[in-house]
């Protein structure tokens, strides 16, 4: 099966139905987003926002944030998913490659994830990318978290 990889660039009906249908798949406390607050997202300068499509579904997305720090410009991959119906197909592969092409072309010093260590397939997928695990915490504030 062969995957389109494209920019989101604008947010159609279609664009909102795929979120409501990946969203929950990546996330159980994520809330549903609504037009206004995609449209939003895909409007940042620093957000790139693209999709997988087989045969003319989307079935995958991911978001790429990319920013100017004093070290340089630096890329973070975000909330990749993919329908569970079109896993092992291809659609993570060519997301994270096509971002990793965007990334590299803007100039970023270096492109960065994360992926919980119980999402294997996704860690094998993205070692095979050329990702790199590094020794390295991770730290989160989350204000009212216990």
Do not use: K
Not at 3 to 23: H, K, M, N, P, W
Not at 55 to 84: H, Q
Request: charged share 20%.
């Amino acid at each position: 099966m062969t995957v389109q990889v494209e920019v989101i660039s604008e947010i159609t009906d279609e664009v909102v139905e795929a979120f409501g249908r990946l969203l929950p798949q990546l996330s159980g406390s994520a809330p549903p987003l609504d037009r206004a607050a995609l449209e939003s997202i895909v409007s940042s300068p620093a957000i790139t926002v693209l999709v997988a499509r087989s045969s003319g579904v989307i079935t995958g997305t991911l978001t790429l944030a990319l920013f100017p720090l004093p070290t340089g410009i630096r890329a973070w991959i975000e909330d990749v998913v993919v329908d569970a119906s079109a896993r092992g197909q291809g659609a993570g592969q060519a997301l994270t490659v096509a971002a990793v092409r965007q990334a590299l072309a803007a100039g970023a010093r270096t492109v960065d994830l994360t992926s919980r260590p119980s999402r294997a397939a996704a860690g094998r997928l993205y070692e095979r990318a050329g990702f790199t695990m590094r020794d390295s915490r991770v730290y989160r504030y989350a204000p009212g978290a216990d």
